[in-house]
Nanobody, 124 residues
């Protein structure tokens, strides 16, 4: 069982930055593929970014490529999402997720555990 707790959301002006963190419980954090998803009002939960278990590979949705950076610190059981050049369309609840066995990083149903989400609001 893994528990995920996100933090770092908030209100920011367009062009600004935020850094989201996701702290995971458990002793096998480095055995999980970690991902970030987001859900805007009235929309499906969508893939944002993912990072492989050994942190050597990262993956991004086209909409955030070049602006967002995912990273992880396996010693701290934490995954991060650095978000730069934020746009109003980035406004959503952001969720951290963990997958024990799959490598289908962009597929929502790949992930076994989810955090409670953190709100990011970007004003124009």
């Amino acid at each position: 069982q893994v528990q995920l707790v996100e933090s770092g959301g908030g209100l920011v002006q367009a062009g600004g930055s935020l850094r989201l963190s996701c702290a995971a419980s458990g002793r096998t954090f480095n055995g999980y593929l970690m991902g970030w998803f987001r859900q805007a009002p009235g929309k499906e939960r969508a893939f944002v970014a993912a990072i492989s278990r050994n942190a050597l590979s990262t993956y991004y949705a086209d909409s955030v490529k070049g602006r967002f950076t995912i990273s992880r610190d396996n010693a701290k059981n934490t995954v991060y999402l650095q978000m730069n050049s934020l746009k109003p369309e980035d406004t959503a609840v952001y969720y951290c997720a963990a997958s024990r066995y799959s490598s289908n990083y962009s597929v929502r149903y790949t992930y076994d555990y989810w955090g409670q989400g953190t709100q990011v609001t970007v004003s124009s």
